[in-house]
């Protein structure tokens, strides 16, 4: 191998452990971070007596969730307005998905773990044309991590405007209302139903960090897994297009060449496309394992995103007081931006790894002779089955899925508009 090889290789290398380590802070916020230590051997709750901090955090977010359902139950006995009783239903139904993604995803740690190692092993695989893609390499690696960067930092920004939103408008609220009144009310950031009383300054404190913690924890719990899930997605389809690029240049040699010539040109080709197989199938099983990991969470999330993002647009639209409504915008471009990044990747998967049967296609396969045509043969068949994600095998995750998310949350949107108005017509 020549240094510019070594540059390439490294450079890549260099790039995956870079994401790796930023992901790894997300997900240490909430006691997730990635251990090696976590085998085969250990069992679920070996691996969560190890994981502490993950532990305390779940039975807290767990201690919200009691309290908002709660609060939806004393909402429904005291016939709450339809506002009051959609401005509480984001909030839970988010905190729920923050529990099953990080709940499985501390579940199957021993697989994110093979996951990352397995990622590492196909990269170190080099072959003698690396050096011919070496330009197209360095700008496909280029436009897919501007566009895994833009992704994450939009997500990042709106997940932190939105929290940072509910964690100011209390203060706001209480500054307005003294201002009007010449009295302190004490709010909180969400609708929780606590056993003391709520408006007293003994107590408002603790009670004010115990949602504003939940919240961080919850957001924390979905971005942390999601960004894993994309870091790794990003680069899987890195390798997928890498290696497309090389079956379409691989050396099948021609029926014209001499023996002697054609002997080696055969050896030649066997040991490029033992290695091109190899890599392809550790391709197949790391999607394989981010099925595994994210499948029955993925299903969770798309069941939930219409009612999501509907009922965070209703808010937007029906909440008189702005300072209540401003963290629902943040909230909706997070929420819709978290299932666009979940649905963009599963697509991509399918996509480049469908692509790897038009590379034989596009390779010099009519100047082969009959045992190599065998070969590619096989290998483009295989590949017409592609590599995807479901939601627990009930649907694809593709851009299709997130066009069906987006339907039904217009279609569950004009619902309660329709409800909404009636409502008001019969108070009226």
């Known amino acids: 191998m020549d240094t510019n090889e070594m540059e390439q290789e490294s450079k890549e290398k260099d790039l995956f452990e870079k994401y790796l380590h930023r992901t790894n802070k997300l997900l240490r916020v909430t006691g997730m971070d990635l251990k090696d230590d976590d085998g085969d051997n250990k069992s679920l709750i070996q691996r969560l007596r190890h994981r502490w901090f993950y532990c305390f955090n779940i039975f807290y977010l767990g201690t919200s969730i009691m309290g908002q359902i709660g609060w939806y139950i004393e909402a429904i006995i005291t016939d709450r307005s339809i506002t009051e009783i959609t401005y509480f239903l984001p909030c839970v139904t988010f905190c729920c998905l923050g529990n099953m993604k990080g709940y499985y995803f501390m579940k199957h740690s021993n697989l994110v ?12 695989f080099t072959m003698e044309m690396r050096k011919y893609r070496k330009e197209v390499e360095e700008e496909m690696i280029k ?3 501007w566009l895994y960067n833009m992704f994450t930092y939009f997500l990042l920004t709106s997940t932190a405007i939105a ?83 090389d079956i379409e240049k691989i050396d099948i040699g021609t029926k014209n060449r001499n023996l002697k010539s054609s002997r080696y040109v055969n050896e030649r ?72 990044v979940l649905c963009y990747y599963g697509d991509k998967i399918m996509q480049y790894s469908e692509e790897i049967s038009d590379a034989v296609y596009k390779s010099q396969w009519y100047f082969a002779d009959a045992a190599v045509m065998k070969d590619l043969l096989f ?17 694809d995750i593709n851009l299709n899925t997130f066009g069906r998310i987006m339907g039904r949350s217009w279609s569950y949107f004009a619902l309660l508009q329709t409800v909404y108005g009636g409502q008001g017509i019969k108070n009226n």
């Open 113 to 124: 773990c093979e996951v990352v190692n397995s990622l590492r092993k196909v990269q170190n």
């Open 143 to 145: 436009n897919r991590l």
């Open 163 to 245: 929290l940072l939103l509910f964690m100011i408008g209390p203060f706001l609220i209480m500054g307005v209302y003294y201002y009007s009144t010449g009295k302190i009310l004490y709010t909180l950031p969400f609708f929780l139903w606590y056993p003391v009383d709520q408006t007293k300054l003994t107590n408002w404190p603790f009670l004010y960090l115990h949602q504003i913690w939940s919240g961080t924890v919850t957001v924390f719990m979905v971005f942390g897994p999601d960004n894993f899930f994309a870091t790794c997605s990003t680069f899987i389809n890195i390798q997928f297009h890498c290696l497309q690029y």
């Open 269 to 340: 080709f066997r040991s490029q496309f033992e290695q091109i197989i190899h890599r392809h199938k550790i391709l197949i099983s790391l999607v394989n394992l981010l099925e595994s990991i994210y499948t029955k969470s993925t299903l969770f999330n798309v069941a939930t995103s219409s009612l999501i993002i509907c009922v965070t647009g209703f808010n937007i639209t029906t909440i008189e007081n702005k300072i209540l409504m401003m963290p629902f915008i943040s909230f909706f471009f997070m929420s819709m931006i978290q299932v666009v």
């Open 379 to 395: 290998l483009s068949i295989r590949s017409r089955k592609a590599c995807k994600l479901t939601a627990y095998q009930f649907t």
